[in-house]
Structure formats: structure tokens, C-alpha cells
């Protein structure tokens, strides 16, 4: 994990961000005047994958919104490949290669799936390699390839989960956030996604995964940290944490 920058006074100011890394340092997030975040701070190394465990309130989401700048935040400063994103608005987060997938999937049901699909690549110039983009998330997800031109709002929940992921992919992210992308999905399709998530972190794709399942997100991430209360409880290396003995009680009911 990289230092924070600080000022004269001892204040965090930016967190120094190396080519390809996101970090994070002293996030913080109010609902009125109830605490979600408390000072959460992390770093995710070019092309590795962290991911975010926690029971339901803990705060999980409330952070990736927050990074997102869906949600205000109370406090923190956001960095990615060099550049400080503390400032930066959610429309713009595309345009500095961040892909987003949602809790819930938000899917344009009322679009086909192709049309939801080049939606992610709004902040792309129109070209051939966007088509090649399109063609790479078809070959991801054959089965959307199939759907192309079937209204979004008609497919199954995993279909859906997987157009969004598709989505995000289509302004060819250097980084990818996802929430809770196993929601709502059967065991069957759990493991699809865990195959494609696998596959990501094989091509290098820097990922941050905010997940419930603390078993997929054990499998598909490097490292990993736990949130109590909006706070970080413990970090350590996904295989470790798997092996720790309140974890296996607490977040896999072993």
C-alpha cells in the first residue's frame, strides 16, 4: 500500500498514485449526519485485484459510490495512473478508462442489448476499434452476441449482469469497480461470473470488487479488505484471509 501525501500541518491531501494504480486515502461518507465511511483508505496496484468483503450496512457500496462521485463524500482524495480524480465528476470518471458496474445491474431495458452496450463507449471516438470492442464482449459473453438486438428489459437476471459488465468493458477500462456483481445470481451463474472476472485479472485489468460473497471474492482477487462498520477491520492477501478463522466464521459460516 503507498504513502499518502501530506502537507505542513500532517493533513492527508492526495494519495500518490504510481502509473496504473488507484489509491485511496481518508475517505469518508454521511447520510445526514449518520457515519457510512470512516477514513477508509487502500491502494490497488497496476493490474492487480482487490476486493471488499462485508455484511450487509458495513459500507461497501457506500464507498464504491462514493469513488464514483455518485454519492457526496465527507472527506478523501481519490488518485488513478499519476492523475488526483478527487475533483472529478462521475460523468467524467469513463473518460480516465474507469468502468463502473452497478449494483443492480441499471440496464436500459427499453434499449436493445447492443445499443446498451455501445452507450459504454459514449466517450470513444467513433471507430474501428470500437466495433473490435464490441466484438470482444461478444466473444466474452456469447450469449449477448446471440441477444444483440433483443430489448435488454427481456433478459434474465445473469444476462443482464453480464450486459452490464459488458457495458463497462466497452470504453476499454485501465480500471473496473464492481458492485456486488454476484447479486441475485444462481450458484451456476456466480461461477460464469467468477470465470469472467477470472479472465480479466488473466489480461491484466486492475479491478476493485465489492462483493457480499466473500467465497468469489476470495477466488477472483489478489488481495482483500474487510469493512466493519464503514471502517477497514482487516486487509491481507485473499488466500490468507480465506484461511482466518473469524472470517471463515463471520463472512463463509464455517
Known amino acids: ?15 500518490l ?31 492487480q485485484s482487490l476486493g471488499m468483503i462485508g455484511t450487509n450496512g458495513a459500507g461497501k457500496s457506500s464507498t464504491l459510490r462514493a469513488l464514483m462521485g455518485l454519492v457526496p463524500r465527507r472527506s478523501g482524495t481519490i488518485a488513478f495512473d499519476g492523475k488526483d480524480l478527487t475533483d472529478a465528476r462521475a460523468r467524467d470518471m469513463v473518460r480516465h478508462r474507469i468502468g463502473y458496474v452497478p449494483e443492480g445491474r441499471q440496464v436500459f431495458g427499453g434499449l436493445s442489448v447492443e445499443k446498451n452496450l455501445l452507450l459504454g463507449a459514449y466517450a470513444r471516438p467513433w471507430k474501428g476499434e470500437t466495433r473490435d470492442t464490441l ?17 435488454a428489459g427481456a433478459l434474465s437476471g445473469g444476462q443482464q449482469q453480464m450486459l452490464s459488465i459488458g457495458r463497462a468493458l466497452m470504453c476499454r477500462p485501465r480500471l473496473l469497480l464492481l458492485d456486488e456483481p454476484s447479486m441475485g445470481l444462481s450458484p451456476r451463474l456466480v461461477d460464469a461470473i467468477l470465470a469472467v472476472l477470472l479472465e480479466l485479472r488473466r489480461k491484466g485489468l486492475t479491478m476493485l470488487l465489492v462483493e457480499q460473497n466473500a467465497k468469489l471474492t476470495f477466488e477472483a482477487t489478489n488481495h482483500c479488505i474487510v469493512l466493519e462498520n464503514g471502517t477497514v477491520a482487516m486487509t491481507g492477501a485473499a488466500d490468507e484471509l480465506r484461511k482466518d478463522v473469524r472470517v471463515r466464521q463471520v463472512y463463509l459460516g464455517l
Open 1 to 15: 500500500m503507498s504513502a499518502d501525501a501530506v502537507d505542513k500541518a500532517g493533513t492527508v491531501v492526495a494519495p
Open 135 to 151: 466484438a470482444e464482449v461478444y466473444e466474452l459473453f456469447p450469449v449477448l452476441g446471440e441477444m444483440s438486438g433483443r430489448l
Open 17 to 47: 498514485a504510481g502509473p496504473g494504480e488507484f489509491a485511496v486515502a481518508d475517505l469518508s461518507v454521511y447520510y445526514g449526519g449518520v457515519c457510512a465511511v470512516q477514513s477508509v483508505g487502500f491502494t490497488v496496484g497496476a493490474g
